[in-house]
């Protein structure tokens, strides 16, 4: 794809994307995203109008993840098994390094409801609240 596809569309021009859930474990879903997986702690905020919560991301990226947390209740059950952050690395070297932590931190893999992930290398880890991440190790775009 040439450089003309790297850019959000004209008719789209966002400048940051940001994925957010509800947790009751935030500390644990915290502590799994950068201790675990290895993401950074970008900003944490308190009491916003009975929200607690934690941005998480890579320094000068334009995507977040952000957890957050209410006073008053649970966010409810985590979902199916096919709803998954996906995150792509270059090498199934990286894939390992990012696994091997993650096994070390106390997480095993689990296996993919969607074979395609396993047949393709990828390894699939829980969070805390049970949603799912793969490692996969080849970019597709």
Do not use: C
């Amino acid at each position: 794809m040439g450089a003309e596809n790297d850019a959000w569309p004209d008719s789209l021009p966002v400048a940051q994307v940001r994925i957010a859930r509800q947790t009751d474990q935030l500390d644990e879903v915290v502590r799994f995203y950068v201790e675990g997986l290895g993401l950074r702690e970008l900003l944490r905020f308190g009491k916003h109008e009975g929200y607690d919560g934690v941005l998480l991301g890579l320094p000068g990226t334009g995507y977040h993840l952000e957890f957050i947390t209410h006073e008053d209740g649970s966010p409810g059950a985590a979902p199916t098994a096919e709803n998954l952050l996906v995150l792509y690395f270059t090498s199934a070297t990286q894939v390992a390094e990012v696994a091997e932590r993650l096994t070390a931190f106390g997480v095993d893999p689990v296996e993919a409801a969607n074979p395609y992930w396993t047949r393709n290398g990828a390894l699939t880890f829980p969070d805390p609240d049970g949603w799912r991440v793969v490692l996969m190790p080849r970019t597709i775009f």
